[in-house]
């Protein structure tokens, strides 16, 4: 099934709608007896009545139907043309922004194009090629690993199951679902650090370790709309969600947050701490899809 939204046809053309397996799904809840019961993860203030599951579901499909709207153009933010890439881009992005890896990128895939040529490469040569990306004794180490394990237990091919990529050197859950999302189309929740910071302040749930956010945000939500989920929610965080500083004022699902309030709120001077192309800015691809509004950012050493 396609993680495409769906157009809405005649009146109100052109804006993005849920899914439609979305209300089905929302049927199905609301005749299970589960629906009726607080959500536990929850934490509700002193005097106030807790909220169902049902409404937690209602209020974060609604919200993600919002994102929809807002980012039509949602994608992962990583350059690559082949799941080999995809992957080596995910284990490059720990703790640097997308942008760095994708301006180091070129040159590592030009020296190395397939998993046998990475392998096999001198360590010393790859730390430098990846230097950019931070920490780049240690990330050698796991592409170094994973190109090995690769090229002697899975035919020099990326497997497209989740239990044989977590096997994998520097492959975790996130890298996992970001490699079975976007190169094999198997839907999968991406908790990365603006993921678990939005679906907290959307009390959606409160839990900290990824994979228990990973379960109950996945509860929440048809499969289908995993991938895109997380997309969403990660533009957001990075565009107008921040971590110290959200622009409220900005925000175009202020009124369905519970945060609100928690950032900047006067719409002035929100609007100047929005990021990427909602600020003017040059996004995180050197080649973004067709349909990004924005800029795309220039390669590595160039005047930006």
Same mark, same amino acid.
């Given at each position: 099934?396609?993680n495409?939204p769906?157009?809405a046809?005649?009146?109100?053309a052109?804006?993005?709608t849920?899914?439609?397996?979305?209300?089905?799904?929302?049927?199905?809840f609301?005749?299970?007896?589960?629906?009726?019961?607080?959500h536990?993860?929850?934490?509700?203030?002193?005097?106030t009545?807790?909220?169902?599951?049902?409404?937690?579901?209602r209020?974060?499909?609604?919200?993600?139907?919002?994102?929809?709207?807002?980012?039509?153009?949602?994608?992962?933010?990583?350059?690559?043309?082949?799941?080999?890439?995809?992957?080596?881009?995910?284990?490059?992005?720990?703790?640097?922004?997308?942008?760095?890896?994708?301006?180091?990128?070129?040159a590592l895939?030009?020296?190395?194009?397939?998993?046998?040529?990475?392998?096999?490469?001198d360590?010393?040569?790859?730390?430098?090629?990846?230097?950019?990306?931070?920490?780049?004794r240690?990330?050698?180490?796991s592409?170094?690993g994973?190109?090995?394990? !690769?090229r002697?237990?899975f /035919? @020099?091919?990326?497997?497209? =199951? #989740?239990?044989d990529?977590?096997t994998?050197p $520097?492959?975790?859950?996130?890298t996992?679902?970001?490699?079975l999302?976007?190169?094999?189309?198997?839907?999968?929740?991406?908790?990365?650090t603006?993921?678990?910071?939005?679906?907290?302040?959307?009390?959606?749930?409160?839990?900290?370790?990824?994979?228990?956010?990973?379960?109950e945000?996945?509860?929440?939500?048809?499969?289908?709309?995993?991938?895109?989920?997380?997309h969403?929610i990660?533009?957001?965080g990075?565009?107008?969600?921040?971590?110290?500083k959200?622009?409220c004022?900005?925000?175009?699902?202020?009124?369905?947050?519970p945060?609100y309030?928690?950032?900047e709120?006067?719409?002035?001077?929100?609007?100047?701490? !929005?990021?990427?192309?909602? /600020? @003017?800015?040059?996004?995180? =691809? #050197?080649?973004?899809?067709?349909?990004?509004? $924005?800029?795309?950012?220039?390669?590595?050493?160039?005047?930006?």
């Open positions: 099934m396609s495409t769906v157009r046809q005649g009146k109100g052109g804006r993005v849920a899914p439609r397996n979305s209300a089905v799904g929302e049927q199905e609301a005749e299970s007896t589960e629906a009726a019961k607080p536990k993860s929850v934490k509700v203030s002193k005097g009545r807790p909220e169902s599951r049902l409404a937690l579901v209020r974060a499909r609604r919200i993600n139907r919002e994102l929809a709207e807002v980012y039509p153009y949602a994608h992962p933010e990583l350059d690559f043309e082949s799941p080999f890439q995809l992957l080596v881009a995910t284990v490059l992005s720990a703790q640097t922004t997308d942008l760095r890896v994708n301006q180091t990128t070129p895939f030009a020296a190395y194009p397939a998993p046998e040529d990475m392998a096999a490469a360590p010393e040569v790859l730390e430098q090629l990846i230097r950019p990306t931070g920490f780049f240690a990330k050698a180490k592409l170094l994973l190109s090995a394990a !690769l002697d237990r /035919g @020099g091919e990326v497997p497209g =199951r #989740l239990e990529l977590v994998l $520097g492959v975790g859950r996130k996992a679902n970001v490699v999302g976007n190169a094999f189309g198997v839907p999968g929740l991406t908790v990365d603006h993921f678990g910071r939005l679906v907290r302040r959307w009390k959606w749930t409160a839990q900290e370790d990824p994979e228990k956010v990973e379960a945000i996945a509860a929440l939500f048809p499969k289908s709309e995993w991938t895109m989920l997380s969403r990660i533009f957001h990075r565009r107008v969600c921040h971590a110290r959200p622009a004022g900005a925000c175009p699902i202020a009124p369905l947050c945060a309030g928690e950032g709120t006067d719409p002035d001077r929100a609007k100047k701490l !929005l990021k990427y192309e909602l /600020g @003017g800015q040059p996004g995180q =691809r #050197l080649r973004p899809p067709s349909d990004y509004p $924005g800029r795309p950012a220039a390669p590595l050493g160039a005047a930006e």
